[in-house]
DNA sequence: TTGTTGTATGAATCTGTCG
DNA sequence: CCGACAGATTCATACAACA
């Protein structure tokens, strides 16, 4: 096991660049990706990346708290009957996968609670070697409307070489490089696919699930090198095969989907080659920190029954165990209750509440630096 | 399936709490989780918090399920048996843990790339319902020296109730003030355990996986209510007990090693429970009595014949004797008035409509907190 | 031109109770 | 088990409409 930024001669030798040329690069083929792969000779690509069905098993509808409905994924191709169904399709797709693999080729398969245990052990088991598991943070998931959950606002992806052995490529300094001179850490931060970047059909979504762009980026630069190919064996709306062309890899897309291919054939051939500005957008992984005044009770900061007052000690409340405080029996956020006691229409609890400490009262906002600072990534 | 934040009277009978007179609460008891758990009731807990260990080649021993040993040297050992194994030994403890879990319970287990998918998967297979996976994010994890993967920043948790219809408990407005205001999401920032929290034994780390209390506080927080009964088969330094102790709720600790339980027991001992009063959350109106609209027009806080309207004045409503209201000659409840003005397929009739008041327009859901607070006993 | 306000929407396992 | 109905519930972003 390794990392190789540089193939070593013998390795070249051992995958011998030829084999390419048997290979449908730059092509979108129609069709069963099981079946299509099963064509395709063995040990010949570099990286698959793949976003196969999740297998949401959704109830009815679900309304937004406005009235509007939520415009779920309903597609059949979502729908498996059983877990041992989905398990079997799996399986299948995974081991074709591994047969095309190059011996140091590594494979993305991107997923949810709902299906990415299921692929995750089917991984281990099929002899992949996991390299990491990386977690997909949206920075504007769709709320959770019921309010019965938490806000499901991440996706994971998984990480894996064909074998324990394998002298995979990972661009270290690649990735250092995008984090501002740290290394790039499992839990990346983008937006959802929104904007100008979604593909439009009609006026509606071209593909429910489009994957940014962003994303694609930074599995690519890290994972491949300039030349590599790359198998998309769900390609949808062809985000992988956009991304490898603007960074200069081959690219071979899957698809079974008619009005996809059409999609994905005229957004590719529309990408341009890297652009220095656009990727600017791109990397900035670092999240702005924003700390809660309940995690500062959570951490131990402030404990829960301890009180806090004003500057001048006119009013005191008490820290309960959600973050919440009280003051004469109304409760509230410390902003709230800072108003109220005022009778201002706003307040900065921040800088209004105070603890006490050995150099006598201070800003719970003092709190909160030093929270940052303990804490920051 | 839903959230509890209020148990139903006849869900309470079906579980009653005498029971929980036969089970061995605030206690340490040594020994292999499957036995020990084997030897407890039926639908018994309200709540698991689970840690198993992830590296099978403790001591140079591998465990079997049964809790028996397995010489390492003797027997050809590839990963495939070790995932076989693995997997015997996850789905035996998971089975006894969903049978002592009462039927509106839930489980919590933590993990690593190393083994959470054949949790997960397990999880799935055994008939519970995944609500969530959450990510715990590390803010200071250990960096990958060798630079040749990304950090591996963070551990992922599994949520789940016993099965797919479970009324389970979620502290929805607790967590939401928790977070300022926001709906927690799935992503949650934390330090690793270190410092003065991290227990040390002969000036080393008394454990090597010690979870951090701010983590099981927020766990705690979300799915129990006080006085519930938490199981954690995998006690170790026993944060989960210090943590259950200081929010008011039963614990029961099952380990094997003497050396932690020593440690857990001295560190239980030494926790304060938060009075009741730092205790309480922030609560959801479902948790609150109900008052019908009706109660409103009977008890004079709004008078039959009175007119209501929306915020923006752009339809009236009559207020009839009943507690229905009328709308161009169509009667119904303020909801279904409500949906019926806007065509939408719902409608929430005590924000939606107002009345007038000295200071202008108000919800008459306003007028329900008035009468809850005259009539609080 | 610029700022403000309103509306649309994203891989979602999304209610509780009573008859 | 199903239908009816009361009533609880949303965050970040993009873009159009409007001032």
Redesign the pocket.
């Known amino acids: 096991m390794g990392v190789i930024e540089k193939l070593p001669t013998r390795v070249r030798k051992a995958a011998p660049a030829p084999a390419a040329k048997n290979l449908p690069l730059g092509q979108i083929i129609q069709g069963d990706c099981i079946a299509v792969m099963a064509a395709l000779p063995d040990d010949s690509v570099d990286m698959i990346f793949a976003?196969?069905?999740?297998?949401?098993?959704?109830?009815?509808?679900?309304?937004?708290?406005?009235?509007?409905?939520?415009?779920?994924?309903?597609?059949d191709w979502?729908k498996f009957d059983t877990l041992a169904i989905y398990d079997k399709f799996t399986r299948a797709w995974l081991a074709e996968a591994r047969r095309i693999l190059k011996p140091n080729g590594s494979i993305w398969v991107?997923?949810?609670?709902?299906?990415i245990f299921r692929v995750g052990t089917a991984i281990q088991d099929q002899g992949f070697w996991i390299l990491n598991d990386i977690v997909w943070r949206?920075?504007?998931?769709?709320?959770?409307?019921?309010?019965?959950?938490f806000?499901?606002a991440h996706?994971t992806l998984i990480w894996a070489s064909k074998s324990e052995g394998s002298r995979y490529t990972f661009n270290y300094r690649a990735m250092k490089t995008l984090n501002d001179e740290l290394q790039m850490r499992s839990d990346w931060l983008f937006?959802?696919?929104?904007?100008?970047e979604?593909l439009k059909r009609g006026?509606?979504?071209a593909h429910?699930?489009?994957?940014p762009e962003a994303l694609l980026y930074r599995i690519l630069l890290a994972a491949t090198k300039p030349g590599d190919v790359v198998l998309d064996p769900?390609f949808g709306t062809g985000t992988t095969g956009a991304v490898a062309k603007r960074l200069g890899r081959e690219w071979i897309g899957i698809e079974r989907e008619t009005d996809y291919i059409e999609v994905a054939s005229e957004r590719i051939a529309a990408a341009l080659p890297l652009d220095e500005s656009a990727l600017k957008t791109m990397q900035s992984p670092k999240a702005a920190p924003r700390v809660a005044f309940g995690t500062l009770v959570e951490t131990g900061y402030l404990k829960a029954g301890s009180e806090i007052c004003d500057a001048k000690r006119r009013w005191r409340a008490e820290v309960r165990a959600d973050g919440s405080i009280e003051f004469n029996g109304e409760t509230g956020s410390i902003h709230k209750i800072g108003a109220a006691v005022q009778k201002a229409p706003s307040c900065n609890g921040w800088t209004f509440w105070h603890h006490e400490t050995a150099d006598g009262l201070k800003p719970v906002d003092t709190l909160r630096q030093t929270y940052l600072l303990a804490t920051e990534p």
């Not at 949206?138 to 959950?149: A, C, Q």
């Not at 937006?191 to 100008?196: K, L």
């Not at 429910?208 to 994957?211: G, L």
């Open positions: 976003d196969p069905p999740y297998n949401l098993q959704l109830g009815g509808d679900l309304y937004r708290p406005e009235g509007g409905r939520v415009d779920a994924v309903d597609d979502d991107i997923g949810s609670y709902h299906n949206k920075s504007n998931p769709m709320p959770n409307f019921k309010g019965t959950r806000t499901n996706e937006p959802v696919c929104g904007g100008q979604r006026g509606s979504k429910p699930t489009q994957k769900f």
